[in-house]
Structure formats: C-alpha cells, structure tokens
C-alpha cells in the first residue's frame, strides 16, 4: 500500500532532550516535507527535500534539522525541544512535477 | 511576504444546504491551489484543486472557482452532509519549483441534521 509514515504518532518530552521524529515514503517520491499544525494557525511548512541530500527552510525552521540521505527517509531532529514546539507535526510527500501532496499520520509532540 | 487569507474561520449550515469558503492570496504568479479536507484527528487530504489556467472544477457535490485578476478562490460544497464536517484548508503554491505550499489557516465547517 503506498503511505507516508511516521513514528512516534505520540510523544511527550521533557525541554532539551533531542528527539527524532522519523517520515518514510515508499511511493518513490522525491519531494519531502515537514510541517506543523497549530490551533488557528494552520499548517506552516518547516523544512522540506527537493531530492536525496538537497534540503531547504520553510517558514518556521528555527530550533529543527533535518537530513535526507536515503529518498525514503526524511527524519525531523529536535536537538533541543522547548515548549513552543509542542504542537502535532505532519511529513508530506509528492513525485517531482505532480503538485498533489500526500500526508502522513501526523505526530503528536508536548514538550514539558 | 507570501499569504493566503482563508474566510471564515467558522461555518455552521444545516444539511442540504451548501456552504462556501473563500481564500484569497498574495502572489499573482501563484499557480495552483489546493483545497485539503481535515477530519478530526486525521492527517489532511486533498478533496479537489485548481491551476491557474482553469476558471472552475467540479467533483460531484465540490467545486472550485478561481478568480485570477481578483487573486481569490472559493469551494463550494452543494447538498451539505453531516460527513462533511470538517476543518477545509486552501493552499497556494508561490514558487516556480513548487517547493513553497502556504496554508491558510482552516475552516470549521460543521453540518447539522
């Protein structure tokens, strides 16, 4: 079945302790990317991947990394999580020259 | 910079009725909009979208209208059901490489019986 997954779908932290919140695609599909969720506020793109190793900011990168070494993967690294990162973050992918994105579950993250 | 301002925020309609939601966006040069549908505890999914070469979409009971000149696009959703309660969001694409997907922020629709 092709999907978009994410792991953890929960998870609550504690401030400072990285975590990683991994996305894998098996449609085979260049573009990644990573968005947040807030109340009213809608989903704001964080970073995304046009291709393996090619990343670049979206509009809300500060205090996230990402990488994409596989075209698969594209893991979102919190080095240091503090409260304003909490919120329910979705991974989203698309084949290069179809502009329709496809959603993963989402993850839910509170940072304490 | 880039924005897509999504009105209203909150809509209730009884069933049958229809319901519109309008967006208007900032860049002229943005060429394709997407409306995405989002249950409650569900990841968004695309329902219908438009390119700019196109003026109107329809998807049984989902249309689409866009309005170049006037940089605005509204959904229309005739014969409203319950199932169609949901948060709607709009998007634009504001990049030639169509890497940036600006949201706008979401529409309560809720449908009563």
């Known amino acids: 079945e092709a999907q978009v997954t994410q792991n953890p779908r929960y998870l609550i932290t504690v401030t400072g302790k990285k975590l990683t919140v991994t996305c894998s695609q098996n449609?085979?599909?260049?573009?990644m990317s990573w968005y947040r969720q807030d109340p009213g506020l809608g989903l704001r793109q964080i970073y995304y991947?046009?291709?393996?190793?090619?990343?670049d900011k979206g509009d809300v990168p500060e205090g996230y990394k990402v990488s994409r070494k596989e075209k698969r993967n594209f893991p979102l690294i919190l080095e240091s999580p503090s409260p304003n990162q909490t919120s329910l973050y979705f991974c989203?992918?698309?084949?290069?020259?179809?502009?329709?994105?496809?959603f993963g579950p989402g993850t839910r993250l509170t940072v304490l | 910079g880039e924005n897509v301002e999504q009105h209203p925020s909150t809509l209730s309609v009884q069933e049958g009725d229809s319901a519109v939601i309008k967006c208007t966006y900032s860049?002229?040069?943005?060429?394709?909009f997407p409306w995405y549908k989002q249950e409650l505890g569900k990841r968004p999914q695309l329902i219908i979208d438009?390119?700019?070469?196109?003026g109107e979409k329809k998807d049984q009971r989902i249309a689409v209208t866009l309005n170049k000149t006037a940089k605005h696009f509204s959904l229309h959703i005739t014969e409203t059901q319950p199932e169609d309660s949901a948060v709607y969001f709009c998007?634009?694409?504001?990049?030639?490489?169509?890497?940036?997907?600006?949201f706008g922020k979401g529409t309560t629709l809720s449908v009563s019986s």
């Open positions: 860049d002229s040069a943005s060429n394709y």
């Open positions: 449609m085979n599909h260049e573009y």
């Open positions: 998007a634009a694409i504001f990049n030639q490489a169509g890497t940036a997907l600006i």
């Open positions: 991947s046009m291709n393996v190793e090619v990343t």
């Open positions: 989203a992918s698309r084949l290069q020259g179809n502009d329709e994105q496809f």
């Open positions: 438009i390119r700019s070469n196109v």
